[in-house]
């Protein structure tokens, strides 16, 4: 926008130069031609009074005047004869222009060319006789316009430079007044930034002309509703965690009692299986309330260590591989620490979440295997289990809510654990996809936006 704006001011300034500037040097230009024109035809007339008068003393100042004329002016004087005075100066070729000045009693002047001027100004002035004013002869100068030309280029270079030098401080003032009024819209921008990057104490100032502030204005209590909408979902979410996950453990200590207290199979059966309902809304609870605080999305991505993330969950998941005698392992190319920009917890929550699902699967024996590789300006992490994998309508169904599959200990998930990777993923910029890995398992994919800084 700035430089459509000093694009367009600039196009008015040089409009306003043209109009101003070309007339006054194309005046400028006409003046000239006419001041030369008349001043070599009073020079031309009075040779040619000379010329006319005939006695000596004229036609000896005839001859000086020529002579100091054309040295005066690089011009050069030429003159026809009359009987009483023939001076030694060039005589004129016959052309129309003397034949009018000798037969028609005409002066005339030649340029030498139909734009501007040529390189000579000819004059030609017929000379009268003192006693009867009858045309005796004639009197021509060949005037060069080498200096002409000159001053041409001076009046039109002049006013070149002094356009281009208006213009180039027109540029200037120009983008200074452009930056000034883009500065509210800017300011604007740079809110409308913050607010997506999840800083929602984020607001724009309110300045400019009368419709930017009533924009920043509306922006603003558009901010102020949100932050207030968020922070009561904030409290909401912790109020729900508190509600729901009291009962539930309180419920299944009870189970436990009643497992424990009872020695029929059958009611000790059905106890269990209440036992792992409550388990699985438990975790479902868990999902459910994880989900609401990643859609709030009120924390910024910030450069965070990937490798540093990636090995602390490995070791937390390590002891229930181990029970199962699951290998996890660690692979990948990438040097240093790579850093990347994610929220804080989502990457610990995403982990969590595939690990868990690969471990679920993953046969006993198995080995997960978790690679880092930078590529380009993003970071991709894989997990890659050797399960039965998934169809290619599982895959598509997979990041869908409360979609379960089963795993290889027979149970069945939540539904949400990949619909939350998913949120999190998404909300810092990246992306997740499900694959095939090379030993038929499922290969989950994830590309996360590198940072700039690099790690130590």
């Not at 809110?191 to 009368?210: I, N």
């Not at 229930?320 to 850093?339: F, M, N, Q, S, Y």
Request: with cysteine; glycine share 8%; aromatic share 4%.
């Amino acid at each position: 926008m700035i430089r459509q704006l000093v694009r367009s001011y600039i196009l008015l300034v040089a409009i306003a130069i043209a109009l101003f500037t070309v007339p006054v040097a194309f005046s400028l230009t006409d003046q000239l031609r006419s001041d030369t024109k008349e001043s070599v035809q009073r020079k031309a007339a009075t040779m040619a009074a000379l010329l006319g008068n005939g006695d000596s003393a004229s036609c000896l100042a005839l001859e000086r005047m020529a002579k100091a004329y054309g040295t005066a002016t690089e011009g050069e004087v030429e003159t026809t004869t009359t009987p009483q005075c023939t001076p030694p100066l060039e005589r004129p070729d016959q052309d129309a222009a003397l034949t009018r000045a000798l037969e028609e009693d005409k002066a005339t002047a030649d340029w030498g060319s139909s734009f501007v001027w040529g390189p000579e100004l000819v004059i030609t002035v017929p000379a009268h006789s003192g006693a009867d004013d009858k045309v005796v002869g004639a009197v021509r100068i060949n005037f060069s316009t080498d200096k002409m030309t000159y001053r041409l280029w001076t009046i039109w270079g002049f006013r070149a430079g002094l356009a281009v030098a208006v213009l180039g401080v027109a540029a200037l003032i120009g983008a200074g007044v452009a930056r000034r009024l883009t500065r509210p819209l800017r300011q604007l921008n740079d809110m409308a930034s913050k607010f997506s990057d999840g800083d929602l104490t984020a607001r724009s100032p309110v300045t400019g002309p009368q419709e930017t502030q009533t924009l920043a204005r509306t922006l603003n209590q558009g901010a102020e509703r949100l932050d207030t909408l968020i922070a009561s979902q904030r409290i909401f979410v912790a109020d729900a965690s508190h509600q729901l996950r009291t009962p539930l453990t309180a419920l299944r200590l009870s189970l436990d009692n009643i497992a424990d207290g009872v020695d029929d199979e059958f009611v000790k059966e059905d106890v269990e299986q209440a036992t792992a309902e409550v388990v699985r809304m438990n975790r479902l609870v868990s999902g459910l309330l994880v989900l609401a605080r990643a859609e709030a999305k009120v924390t910024a991505a910030e450069p965070l260590p990937l490798l540093d993330i990636v090995r602390e969950r490995l070791d937390v998941w390590r002891p229930a591989a181990d029970e199962r005698g699951v290998t996890i392992t660690l692979k990948g190319g990438a040097d240093g620490r790579p850093l990347v920009l994610t929220s804080p917890g989502h990457l610990d929550q995403v982990l969590d979440n595939v690990l868990s699902n690969a471990l679920e699967v993953s046969p006993d024996g198995g080995t997960i295997t978790v690679q880092v590789e930078p590529r380009g300006d993003e970071v991709v992490l894989s997990v890659l289990d050797e399960g039965p994998g998934m169809s290619d309508l599982d895959k598509s169904r997979a990041f869908d809510r409360f979609w379960r599959g089963k795993g290889l200990t027979g149970k069945a998930g939540s539904g949400l654990g990949l619909a939350v990777v998913k949120q999190l993923v998404t909300d810092d910029g990246g992306t997740v996809t499900l694959g095939d890995a090379p030993r038929g398992g499922l290969k989950v994919t994830i590309s996360l936006r590198a940072s700039s800084r690099s790690g130590g």
